[in-house]
């Protein structure tokens, strides 16, 4: 099951709209998710989405397809999943099938595929550059955006919050200049990432 979540940044707001149902996942859904569906608003704690992604799946799978989650995962299904991919993450929360070494997703507690999360081959935004302890310079073809650097983990950030980095601002307003003080030498070419419709599908940007 894939879910198209959408983030505007500058609201800090991450929502999933599912015919009359909005949810509105709080901290990347570390401190729950809020369903609301005409005048009934719910908030659904960390530990029961689950169950939700569950109950999205038996309702909607025809939009979305059918959820798998532990303990229907397999130790087998997971190892054959990474050994043909070469992915090195778990699969706990699902992938799609079928799968190939150049065709496969991983899915997040959100069920959002990992390339989302991580702009793998610069499918929403095309990469400048990056400096470890800095962060990761990208661009929409018009502007310089940039992905901060958490120290908490040292790693960088995801384009979306989530109950990793719950904190994520998500791609911040960048310039030459911030660019050039990080480290960076020569032509700064903007152009758009790959698939920049994805981008528009699932992002405002600041």
């Known amino acids: 099951m894939k879910l198209d979540w959408h983030f505007n940044i500058p609201e800090n707001k991450l929502t999933l709209t599912l015919d009359d149902i909005v949810y ?6 570390k401190e729950g998710v809020i369903k609301t569906q005409g005048k009934e608003t719910s908030t659904i704690s960390y530990d029961d989405w ?8 038996d309702n909607y799978s025809d939009d979305v397809g059918k959820h ?4 229907e995962l397999t130790d087998e299904e997971a190892e054959e999943f990474m050994e043909v991919t070469g992915c090195p993450a778990y699969p706990a929360w699902g992938f799609k099938t079928p799968y190939s070494k150049d065709d496969y997703e991983v899915y997040d507690r959100l069920a959002r595929p990992g390339w989302l999360l991580q702009n793998r081959e610069g499918r929403l935004m095309a990469e400048i550059t990056r400096f470890e302890g800095v962060g ?3 661009t929409d073809g018009t502007n310089i955006y940039k992905r901060g650097w958490n120290e908490e983990v040292e790693t960088y950030y995801n384009c979306m919050p989530c109950c990793v980095f719950p904190d994520n601002p998500g791609w911040q307003l960048s310039s030459q200049e911030e660019l050039e003080e990080a480290g960076h030498k020569g032509e700064v070419i903007l152009q758009q990432g790959t698939e920049p419709e994805l981008l528009e599908k699932h992002f405002v940007l600041p």
Do not use: D, V
Not at 24 to 29: H, I, V
Not at 50 to 57: D, G, H, K, V, Y
Not at 68 to 71: D, G, M, T
């Open 68 to 71: 798998i989650i532990p303990p």
């Open 24 to 29: 509105t996942a709080l901290a990347g859904a």
């Open 50 to 57: 689950p169950e939700e992604l569950q109950w999205i799946s």
């Open 136 to 138: 990761i310079f990208e």
